[in-house]
């Protein structure tokens, strides 16, 4: 009894001293915010925990969308037992282990397993080939956490015999209303732009969120204010008041500056600049996003966008130099990743312009939707199963490189659009040679 008595009271300091995610670490489907299209009333996950008839599944997501709060929760609903390895530090010796427990217990008792693995694309192939025979016949329940794409990290008779749920990085208004609860269960308040700048410099990660809040909470508190006509606090003390100035100490960033309608115009005179091969506008509108505290992803998205939607072919190395900008925003941050923006800017204001694979893709796009049945012709239709050159697939198909030029002339669209042309090259840049081929009939036909 004593001992019950230890452990119960060392147990809640432990939850005291945890960290604000940890203790908001949602308990049951209702609390989980920011993933409706997963656990919102009706919707598929949801029905197959509540019903406790979960099969294998993999979650991928980025960081702090709430995997392993999926997973956590599943393990407070179910009736079987739930296990739990990081593939970070697991070994093939752990897998076996929890396979033969989970043999043991269904023989015993009748009693399943699920096995959450956390990480599980650092699993190599040997590891989730040991796995494999478990998850095949039953005997394991997998639930597998990645941030990776599972298409290319893990091995596919995994996923095959998975359903993939995919998470979402928190919007604003999850993130908003994460926060306002952490605020709650720290027993402070803040001001309404404080909590947007949390939410806005948490990219979509609940976990990141409540760090910042935390953070700023602390700093709220050793400046020692109080809450304006706060909530009462411990013992009937007034909470801690978190300032604008907290939250972007916190988060290490400014708050944007300017209002709702100034971002959205700032952005457009950005984009327009470039557009319009004005360099030295699109480093002073870039100049006036970063002092204004705009957030140096979405700066890099846009220049991503625009590489493609307005200068494509005609400078196709625009949308590398584009991303690469975006890379080092992630790899290097503020504020040396302003050199990496800037340099994109200059890049692609002075690149040629067009957008032509725009109009093209609009065009096609409309033929996608109205043009008649959109039938994949015979001869492009696979014929790798068994059975299918019985009907007719891939008769008459000519293979490209059988003959000399590599290219041989054939139909590839449904007949109804075959003869539409959506890509114009232009006459700017290295469009000018493609356009050139085409004209000359060496492209290969549209």
């Known amino acids: 009894m004593a001992g019950d008595l230890f452990d119960a009271a060392a147990a809640e300091r432990l939850n005291r001293r945890a960290p604000l995610a940890a203790r908001l670490r949602p308990r049951t489907l209702d609390e989980i915010v920011g993933q409706d299209h997963l656990v919102g009333p009706g919707r598929p996950l949801r ?12 979650l991928w997501g980025p960081p702090g969308t709430g995997k392993t709060t999926l997973a956590r929760v599943v393990a407070l609903t179910t009736s079987k037992v739930f ?19 989970a043999r043991d217990r269904l023989g015993t008792h009748g009693t399943g397993t699920i096995l959450f693995l956390d990480e599980v694309h650092r699993f190599n192939k040997a590891q989730q080939d040991a796995l494999l025979p478990a998850v095949e016949d039953g005997l394991i329940v997998l639930i597998g956490a990645t941030t990776e ?4 990290e893990v091995n596919p008779p995994l996923m095959s015999r998975s359903t993939l749920f995919r998470l979402h990085p928190l919007d604003e208004a999850s993130l908003t209303d994460l926060i306002r609860r952490g605020l709650d269960a720290e027993q402070a308040g803040a001001d309404d732009d404080a909590v947007r700048h949390l939410a806005a410099r948490s990219g979509g990660d609940g976990r990141h969120g409540l760090t910042g809040t935390e953070v700023a909470v602390a ?7 109080s809450a304006p006509g706060g909530r009462p606090g411990v013992n009937g003390m007034e909470s801690v008041h978190v300032t604008l100035a907290d939250a972007e100490a916190a988060a290490d960033a400014k708050a944007v500056r300017y209002g709702r309608d100034g971002h959205y115009d700032v952005i457009s005179a950005f984009i327009k600049s470039i557009r319009g091969s004005d360099a030295d506008a699109g480093l002073y509108w870039l100049a006036r996003m970063l002092d204004a505290g705009e957030d140096p992803r979405f700066i890099a998205r846009r220049l991503v966008i625009l590489a493609s939607e307005d200068i494509g072919l005609a400078d196709d190395a625009a949308l590398l130099v584009a991303d690469a900008a975006a890379r080092a925003v992630e790899y290097v941050g503020l504020p040396e990743a302003q050199l990496n923006l800037a340099h994109a800017v200059v890049r692609l204001a ?9 109009v093209a893709l609009g065009l096609a796009a409309a033929d996608a939707r109205t043009a008649g049945t959109g039938e994949v012709p015979m001869h492009l239709r696979d014929a790798h199963y068994q059975g299918a050159k019985s009907l007719g697939h891939g008769e008459g198909y000519r293979y490209p490189h059988d003959h000399p030029d590599g290219w041989v002339a054939q139909q590839h669209r449904p007949a109804e659009v075959a003869d539409n042309v959506y890509y114009e090259p232009s006459d700017h840049g290295a469009e000018a040679t493609l356009r050139r081929c085409r004209n000359e009939g060496l492209d290969g036909g549209a």
Do not use: Q, W
């Not at 029905?47 to 993999?58: G, K, N, P, Q, T």
């Not at 296990?83 to 427990?101: C, H, N, P, Q, Y």
């Not at 794409?149 to 290319?152: E, R, S, Y």
């Not at 700093?219 to 204010?225: S, V, Y």
């Open 219 to 225: 700093l709220a508190g050793r400046r020692g204010e």
């Open 149 to 152: 794409n599972p298409h290319f």
């Open 83 to 101: 296990e739990e390895l990081s593939a970070v530090t697991a070994g093939v010796k752990d897998v076996r282990g929890v396979i033969e427990r």
């Open 350 to 358: 002075t690149a040629p312009k067009s957008n032509r694979v725009t």
């Open 47 to 58: 029905e197959l925990i509540e019903a406790d008839r979960l099969s294998s599944v993999i």
